[in-house]
């Protein structure tokens, strides 16, 4: 069974910064772009943030440029999302996907093949 498993959503100030991890059960990560979306309430799910099967092309939301990063470590087989300078408005369910696709189209939610279950990251004072 193909299974995303994500850690690490929580509390958080505005300002403040947290770190999200998510790791593959029963397929090999090799294969696939790997990236980060997110649904606040209300709201469409969005691209966060992606990164490309070899892990040497990279795409982000303007809205999070310069403030979350995304990496992965395919030895280890787990992804992150380190997520600094923390605003009220990112405050959503985030989720991790994985997708068989460049890493042209890998912020759209159409090409996202597997997701995680979702992990909740609250920004307030």
């Known amino acids: 069974q193909l299974r995303l498993v994500e850690s690490g959503g929580g509390l958080v100030r505005p300002g403040g910064s947290l770190r999200l991890s998510c790791a593959p059960s029963?397929?090999?990560?090799?294969?696939?772009?790997i990236g980060w979306f997110r649904q606040a309430p209300g709201k469409e799910r969005e691209g966060v943030a992606c990164?490309?099967?070899?892990?040497?092309?990279?795409r982000s939301a303007d809205s999070v440029k310069g403030r979350f990063t995304l990496s992965r470590d395919n030895a280890k087989s787990t992804w992150y999302l380190q997520m600094n300078s923390l605003k009220p408005e990112d405050a959503a369910i985030y989720y991790c996907?994985?997708?068989?696709?460049?890493?042209?189209?890998?912020?759209?939610?159409?090409?996202?093949?597997?997701w995680g279950q979702g992990t909740q990251v609250t920004v307030s004072s």
């Open positions: 996907a994985a997708m068989r696709t460049g890493v042209a189209t890998c912020l759209d939610v159409e090409a996202v093949g597997y």
């Open positions: 990164i490309s099967i070899s892990g040497g092309s990279t």
């Open positions: 029963g397929f090999n990560l090799g294969y696939y772009a």
